[in-house]
């Protein structure tokens, strides 16, 4: 009777893979609390995993929410952008027309598709294998369909944008990610199967592998509820991603769900079975350009490395709000597909998707389940006794502070890394999504420096001098470019300029010629220029990337100009009812009674511009009384005494803009104000700490000159540039303000997290609302 089952089972096996009886490990139940945890900690609104053995799903997990806001749970039937993984389904269905003899891999394009006309210098064509291994020399972006662009121009649009570009690099040479050659594909399916992408891949893969819930687009998507993306920066801003659609279908357009990647898994776990034949999916994961047994490279539209010794396949996914991987073991035919719904974390869900391999391999081996390392957040003390800058004759990086958290950048550009404690003495572990297991992943403190790997970096000596000005042709180029969804910062640093690429990649630029500057070598812009065109007066009016045109951002708050907001009602008529109205009862634990004390009776070094007794805000109406004092609380009060005495020794003074302020002034603000701009404004609902007179607005100015000091922004700029971390500007602006930063925190306040002048002392839950007016402030007791 035993053997007829195992003969039963073993013909099953055979006549109907999805039904082959395995044996399953039980599922890890650390990756499941690890992948929570994670979650929180790294601020990831969604996850969505599945786990291939096979042919069978055997592990499944869907986590977090599908909207922006957090109330709605993910389902299996929830949709995600999988970004580049879209580029293996592109390769597959042009490797099914070189099976069936229609194409050549070695075939040239131009001759393929006349519309793909790039200026090539070289001897040698561009062929489609070349394309296929990113090795074509085309660069990053077309024209028209690239990732700054809103539109949908269509692929065809998109190549013919591509017309007498020069190459970057020499075809077959280089490894060059290309989106747009990744798009001239796509048009090569178009032309030969006579209909749109989409088309191509439903009837050549979804069919054929009953992928029901994907497609190309949004608003024909048959998933149920398409994951809203969650965008991010440095400097501390997030919002949902853009929900237009991806312009370069054929690159990274796919919109899926996990369960229909397991299907594609599946196939793959099988030398593409039901799409493709053994010898034909063999020649995509072998490394092209390359001797056959070298252990990693570009395949056929599949990267290819190793896990644990095993050829490892696949490919890593990122559109703007969304980050995937889909990776294969195929000698051990497991796969594995991990989908999320925030921007730029391919390092952590690269490393998600590794450790779900190996914790699933090795417990089919009868191994214990992996032990997922956590690590604990660095006390702040700690931090600011290693904040500085390391280096050797070779290499530098700087340590900061930031919200509480450690950062280190390397200056050779690259990512801001977050670290966070070893279990090791004196170790910190890079452990953010963003730079998750990149270079520097350990970092371990060794007297006077820091060693990662075999690389040693000695402390340098703090300077208490602000960098210099840069240069007058700097100040011309600095500023932002590009769309509200992608936007490129240029910025001084260290006396060289720099620019950020999609958010997160900061980039040293290399002076080519007048206005011209070549990306290094070590970004994903290689060989590539940033190219700067000027107006009559040498201020700069857009750049190039490529032939990518991106206009030159306009900021109201530039030129030292004061920002201005057009309100949704006039001043005059919002202030009769603000004091009429009465502020928010509260309940106050240890409730202290109010001290407001005038801060210009506490020092004379005190320098005030009281904003909002002029015209000169962002309401343009005087909304104080001319006569109006500053005035805070007065432990407070003292502390800003004392921050001042720390400046002196620097020739520094604090030049005060707003410290208290009624409650009736916050509700004509909020009332005033479009509601896309209330987080620079407080809810008169919950009242505001200038209200109970812990906060205070401040810059600071030259004690010898008496002048203010250019800061990144100018004060109530309701921009990117007002965040405490914002990256752009100069080298000395960014050093004047973060100076300002450490000594107002030194004496108990902490800078509000979206606006660099506000700082909030540590005593405020302690003070109720206040409401009197300046009149009255100024007609009682002392």
């Known amino acids: 009777m035993n053997r007829m089952w195992i003969a039963l089972g073993a013909w099953l096996a055979v006549a109907f893979p999805s039904f082959a009886w395995q044996n399953s490990p039980t599922p890890s139940d650390g990756l499941t609390a690890y992948l929570k945890e994670e979650l929180r900690d790294k601020k990831i609104p969604a996850i969505s995993l599945r786990i291939v053995d096979d042919q069978k799903v055997v592990f499944s997990l869907d986590l977090g929410h599908q909207d922006y806001l957090g109330t709605k749970p993910v389902t299996p039937l929830t949709g995600f952008r999988a970004g580049g993984i879209t580029k293996l389904l592109t390769a597959i269905c042009v490797m099914q027309l070189v099976e069936e003899k229609a194409l050549g891999l070695d075939d040239n394009v131009v001759r393929l598709v006349p519309e793909f006309s790039p200026a090539n210098i070289y001897k040698k064509p561009i062929s489609l294998r070349a394309l296929l291994a990113h090795r074509s020399g085309l660069l990053r972006e077309p024209p028209e369909g690239n990732i700054y662009d809103p539109t949908n121009p269509g692929l065809k649009k998109i190549v013919q944008s591509l017309e007498a570009l020069p190459l970057v690099y020499e075809p077959d040479i280089v490894v060059k990610h290309s989106n747009a050659g990744y798009a001239t594909l796509g048009y090569l399916l178009e032309k030969f199967d006579k209909k749109p992408y989409a088309e191509v891949v439903k009837s050549r893969i979804f069919d054929k592998l009953g992928m029901t819930h994907s497609s190309f687009s949004a608003a024909k998507s048959p998933v149920e509820t398409l994951a809203e993306g969650k965008m991010w920066t440095y400097f501390g801003k997030e919002f949902p991603s853009p929900k237009t659609e991806i312009s370069n279908t054929s690159a990274s357009g796919l919109i899926t769900t996990s369960d229909d990647l397991a299907k594609l898994i599946s196939s793959l776990n099988r030398k593409g079975?039901?799409?493709?034949?053994?010898?034909?999916?063999?020649?995509?994961?072998?490394?092209?350009?390359?001797?056959?047994?070298?252990?990693?490279?570009?395949?056929?539209?599949?990267?290819?490395?190793?896990?644990?010794?095993?050829?490892?396949?696949?490919?890593?996914?990122?559109?703007?709000?969304?980050?995937?991987?889909l990776s294969v073991m195929p000698g051990e035919k497991v796969g594995v597909i991990v989908l999320t719904s925030k921007d730029a974390i391919a390092n952590w869900v690269n490393h998600v998707a590794d450790e779900a391999l190996r914790d699933y391999i090795g417990r089919k081996k009868n191994l214990p389940g992996l032990t997922f390392e956590r690590f604990k957040q660095v006390p702040v003390e700690e931090i600011r006794r290693l904040e500085g800058k390391y280096a050797n004759r070779d290499t530098s990086v700087e340590i900061t502070e930031r919200e509480g958290r450690l950062m280190l950048f390397p200056n050779f550009g690259g990512f801001w890394q977050e670290y966070k404690l070893s279990d090791r003495p004196n170790e910190y572990v890079s452990d953010d999504g963003l730079s998750f297991n990149g270079r520097f992943r350990r970092v371990e403190r060794i007297g006077n420096g820091v060693q990662s790997g075999p690389l040693f970096l000695e402390r340098r000596p703090a300077s208490d001098r602000p960098p210099p000005e840069p240069p007058q042709e700097f100040r011309e180029l600095i500023g932002e470019y590009g769309p509200d969804t992608n936007i490129v910062h240029v910025f001084e640093k260290d006396g060289n300029l720099w620019c950020n690429l999609d958010?997160?990649?900061?980039?040293?630029?290399?002076?080519?010629?007048?206005?011209?500057?070549?990306f290094p070598d070590n970004c994903t812009l290689a060989g590539e220029k940033l190219i700067f065109l000027r107006n009559p007066l040498g201020k700069a009016i857009s750049c190039f990337i490529g032939n990518v045109r991106l206009s030159r951002r306009k900021l109201d708050g530039e030129d030292g100009k004061t920002f201005?907001?057009?309100?949704?009602?006039?001043?005059?008529?919002?202030?009769?009812?603000?004091?009429?109205?009465?502020?928010?009862?509260?309940?106050?634990?240890?409730?202290?009674?109010?001290?407001?004390?005038?801060?210009?009776?506490?020092d004379p070094l005190f320098k005030f511009d009281l904003r909002y007794a002029t015209k000169n805000n962002f309401l343009d109406t005087a909304v104080y009384p001319k006569e109006a004092k500053g005035y805070m609380q007065k432990p407070a009060a003292e502390a800003l005494v004392r921050v001042q005495a720390k400046l002196k020794s620097q020739n520094l003074g604090l030049m005060i803009f707003d410290p208290y302020r009624p409650w009736y002034v916050t509700k004509i603000f909020w009332d005033a104000v479009p509601e896309k701009f209330h987080n620079f404004v407080a809810d008169p609902s919950k009242g505001s700490r200038h209200n109970r007179g812990c906060a205070v607005d401040l810059g600071l100015y030259d004690l010898k000159t008496g002048k203010y000091i250019d800061a990144v922004s100018g004060y109530d700029e309701f921009s990117d540039r007002a965040y405490p971390n914002y990256i752009g500007g100069t080298s000395r602006q960014r050093w004047y303000r973060d100076l300002l930063r450490k000594a107002m925190e030194s004496e108990g306040f902490t800078v509000y997290e979206d606006e660099w002048w506000h700082f909030d002392y540590k005593d405020w839950k302690h003070y109720g609302i206040g409401n009197q007016t300046f009149e009255e402030l100024a007609n009682a007791k002392p």
């Open 503 to 518: 958010w997160f990649e900061l980039v040293p630029l290399i002076k080519d010629s007048n206005d011209a500057y070549l």
């Open 564 to 602: 201005k907001v057009q309100v949704t009602r006039p001043v005059k008529e919002l202030e009769p009812l603000a004091k009429k109205s009465e502020p928010p009862k509260e309940s106050i634990e240890e409730k202290r009674p109010s001290e407001l004390v005038e801060l210009a009776k506490l």
């Open 273 to 325: 079975e039901g799409l493709l034949k053994p010898a034909t999916f063999e020649s995509m994961i072998a490394p092209q350009y390359l001797p056959p047994d070298f252990p990693g490279g570009m395949g056929l539209g599949f990267f290819v490395s190793d896990l644990e010794g095993k050829k490892l396949i696949g490919h890593p996914g990122r559109v703007p709000g969304f980050t995937s991987n």
